[in-house]
């Protein structure tokens, strides 16, 4: 009699660690990156979630500090327990940067089980220590970003990826030109402000999530065609370059993500 073998994700995973430029594992937006954007760079990701883009970058592509930030604290928590565990279970003989980073944090040089069995490992560290390192490269606070009083001209690169659609909802026109402005402040001149935009199609459903009375198509008049226009001609930026569409099937990926040059 056949048998079938029933494919679960962590098979996938599994398997993914095998192949290095398997899918399943690899955010395509870090892909489009360039790795000049964040080497040796004061780094912030807005909304950075659970902070797996957060981590691989702090990773791969050795930025000098990222911080991330998200209103959360419970994703925070999580993110800070992710670098922990990212860090627990790298390879301790070499540097494994040129590896494909498992955004999953499902796949890693020893088996996940080993945190289970030991514990993270310490990371601890002097008061006035400082590191371009991982892990002691990136931090996270809870945080709304958009009522924080920031520091002017403190980073090199600034990430907002599939967040403006909420800062848009809860704050309208207004707050989310504000938040425009404001991250053009925290840049230093010729740093860079990634965006990657939602489709305003899908704001109406969620509107209603927040306020039933919000009638997105009504009360919110700044679309995502109008931002180019606004960023170099209103709030000051100097360039653009339109990265594309990144290549991947998952449909959540399927936005242009959009460089501006302070």
């Known amino acids: 009699m056949a048998t079938t073998t029933r494919i679960t994700p962590n ?7 095998r192949l290095p430029k398997a899918k399943c594992n690899i955010d395509p937006r870090i892909d489009l990156l360039d790795s000049a954007l964040f080497k040796d760079k004061c780094v912030l990701d807005i ?17 000098k500090h990222i911080h991330g930030v998200d209103i959360d604290e419970s994703l925070i928590k999580k993110a800070e327990n992710n670098v922990r565990l990212v860090y627990s279970l790298s390879n301790p003989q070499g540097d494994d940067s040129e590896e494909p980073f498992d955004l999953t944090l499902a796949s890693h040089h020893f088996p996940l089980s080993m945190t289970h069995m030991f514990g993270f490992l310490p990371m601890n560290a002097p008061p006035d220590f400082r590191s371009t390192t991982f892990p002691y490269n990136v931090s996270f606070k809870a945080v709304d970003w958009t009522k924080e009083r920031v520091e002017k001209e403190k980073y090199d690169t600034i990430l907002a ?27 230093k001149v010729g740093g860079v402000f990634v965006l990657e935009a939602q489709e305003f199609k899908t704001f109406q459903r969620r509107a209603k999530h927040v306020d039933p009375s919000l009638d997105a198509d009504e009360d919110l008049q700044f679309r995502p065609e109008h931002y180019k226009d606004y960023l170099l001609n209103e709030v000051g930026f100097k360039s653009f370059t339109d990265l594309g569409i990144p290549s991947n099937e998952d449909k959540g990926f399927s936005r242009p993500v959009i460089l501006y040059t302070k």
Do not use: E, M
Request: glycine share 10%; charged share 25%; hydrophobic share 35%.
């Open 161 to 187: 990826l599939s967040i403006t659609k909420w800062i848009h909802i809860h704050g309208g026109d207004k707050g989310l030109k504000s938040f425009f402005k404001k991250i053009h402040d925290s840049l």
């Open 47 to 63: 909304g950075c979630n659970s902070g797996n883009i957060t981590v691989a970058l702090a990773k791969k592509k050795q930025p």
């Open 11 to 17: 098979k996938i995973c599994k398997r993914a660690r």
